[in-house]
């Protein structure tokens, strides 16, 4: 039994077609109603739609990535109950239509964050790029975040000055929209919420965090035991507490602390090797020994990082993260499921003819065709080895 190898697909609005991804080989798609609001029940007949428009191209809708935990789950607000009945009326109703593995994060306000979208590597193909500098400008300049400096290391701050000055107003406004910017197609946050949600997450804290995420996974067990659902927490991209905001599933012992809050089968973890990779305080090898009989899903990418801690996304099997290991430690886990593991290179450079098209940052054709086929082969590979 291989493992599920997928790309991610945004629907019929991305770029990238179905038909694109079935050529990619990939067998499975991973994808989300990322039309409906944040915290809305998801209606089934849109759910029906969407499996039958990836069926009719011979392809399997095989996890859903993401649900989103509204903004009232994370903050357990006055209004989280109230998302919480939607959020298991939405599960039961993927349940309803055959969808068991659903991927969600637990970061605040923000999704995963970047500095640069277009970051060129030597070769000529662009990667996705974060900068402890460019980001200390935006907070410390655009943001304003009181007590924002001494958050950095000083390595970093020795540089914001300069880098202030020399930044051009259109790279300064570039650089608010991309940290702003979340999931492309769910519209961002303005400067103004996120100065709100900077302040309520204050008093929330780590462990006010942690207690709203176990009160999340405590409230939705029942439903998720019942349906059979598991469901995947996505590790903090990148893996530090950023802008202030605390930060939750970061490393080996946030990752081993949720699985004991809630101890039980349905709550599991997408291991994302490129978000986990970009922390030095993380042994990715380790991590997945630690907590691998809950991954149900994975994010293949690798990432390179330099002295300070600012990191790119780079080739899928060339950077800090041992893929080999990596894949090799999923096939054996593999070998021991029930029900497969799905994983999907996640992200891939803009090259070749993906430079002159807009597609989703981060989710070119080309450059995750690329990824597919390296990891793809990486996987063949090991397990041929291992039978011989
Ligand atoms: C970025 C993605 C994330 C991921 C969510 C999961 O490319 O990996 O946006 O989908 O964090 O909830």
């Known amino acids: 039994m291989t493992l599920i190898q997928t790309l991610r697909w945004y629907g019929p609005s991305d770029p990238v077609s179905l038909k694109d991804i079935k050529q990619a080989g990939a067998s499975g798609v991973v994808s989300a109603l990322h039309q409906v609001p944040h915290g809305n029940e998801w209606p089934v007949s849109q759910i029906i739609e969407r499996k039958h428009a990836i069926e009719k191209e011979g392809l399997k809708w095989s996890v859903v990535e993401s649900v989103p935990v509204h903004e009232a789950i994370k903050t357990k607000n006055k ?49 996705l790029y974060l900068d402890w500098v460019d980001l200390a400008v935006f907070d410390m300049k655009v943001l304003k975040r009181s007590g924002a400096s001494s958050f950095y ?47 309520i997450y204050k008093s929330i804290g780590k462990e006010g965090l942690q207690e709203n995420l176990r009160h999340f996974l405590s409230s939705i ?31 080996k012992e946030d990752l081993e602390y949720i699985l004991q809050a809630v101890d039980e089968p349905f709550n599991g973890i997408c291991f994302c090797t490129g978000s ?20 149900y899903f994975a994010h293949l990418r690798n990432v390179k990082k330099d002295n300070f801690g600012n990191f790119y996304e ?11 290991e990596i894949m090799r430690k999923l096939v054996e886990l593999n070998a021991n499921r029930d029900q497969p593991i799905t994983f999907r290179p996640d992200h891939g450079h803009q090259m070749l003819d993906d430079l002159n098209k807009i597609s989703n940052p981060g989710y070119s054709a080309i450059g995750r065709l690329k990824g597919l086929a390296e990891l793809r082969g990486l996987e063949m590979g090991i397990t041929r080895g291992i039978q011989k």
Request: negative net charge; aromatic residues 6%.
């Open 79 to 127: 209004d989280c109950e109230f998302y919480l009945n939607n959020y298991k009326k939405t599960l039961r109703n993927l349940s309803i239509c055959g969808l068991k593995t659903i991927c969600y994060n637990f970061m605040p306000v923000l999704d995963w964050t970047r500095t640069e979208l277009a970051w060129p590597l030597g070769n000529g193909a662009k990667a």
């Open 221 to 251: 067990m029942e439903v998720c035991e019942e349906e059979n659902i598991q469901m995947t927490i996505h590790p903090d991209d990148p893996p530090f507490p950023i802008l202030g905001l605390p930060r939750i599933a970061s490393s």
């Open 314 to 324: 780079s080739d899928h099997l060339d950077g800090d993260v041992d893929m080999y």
């Open 153 to 199: 290391q000083s390595a970093v701050l020795e540089q914001v000055e300069e880098r202030y000055v020399k930044m051009s107003s259109e790279r300064l406004a570039e650089l608010t929209e991309i940290i702003l910017m979340g999931v492309p197609t769910e519209g961002g946050v303005t400067l103004n919420q996120l100065r709100e949600s900077i302040d």
């Open 276 to 295: 986990l990779g970009a922390g030095s305080h993380n042994d990715l090898p380790e991590i997945l020994n630690a907590v691998g009989s809950r991954v």
